[in-house]
């Protein structure tokens, strides 16, 4: 069974960082694209970045543009999210997610909290 594991989540003060990390097990990675999701409470699950099978090529939504950077490990089988200069609003439940278009496959991780509060 496909599992992605979520971590690095937590409590930080705005304007810092923290980097989360998703592990992916029983999937060849490097045939799927990776994203990051976040859903807030009461709100919609959003798209937060994506990074194609190989790295090449990389995309942001544009409320973290410029302050996060998704990136990926194909021999680890792991995609990271690198988040910087953090605000309130980015408080979420942030999910790893696997695609893979060509046969419309999607996979979910459990999320991991991350809460930015002074």
């Known amino acids: 069974q496909v599992r992605l594991v979520e971590s690095g989540g937590g409590l930080v003060q705005p304007g810092g960082s923290l980097r989360l990390s998703c592990a992916a097990s029983?999937?060849?990675?490097?045939?799927?694209?990776m994203r990051w999701y976040r859903q807030a409470p009461g709100k919609e699950r959003e798209l937060v970045a994506g990074?194609?099978?190989?790295?090449?090529?990389?995309d942001y939504a544009d409320s973290v543009k410029g302050r996060f950077t998704i990136s990926r490990d194909n021999a680890k089988n792991t995609v990271y999210l690198q988040m910087n200069s953090l605000r309130p609003e980015d408080t979420a439940v942030y999910y790893c997610n696997a695609y893979r278009g060509i046969t419309n496959t999607y996979y979910w991780g459990q999320g991991t909290q991350v809460t930015v509060s002074s």
């Open positions: 990074i194609t099978s190989v790295g090449g090529s990389t």
């Open positions: 029983r999937i060849i990675f490097s045939n799927y694209g």
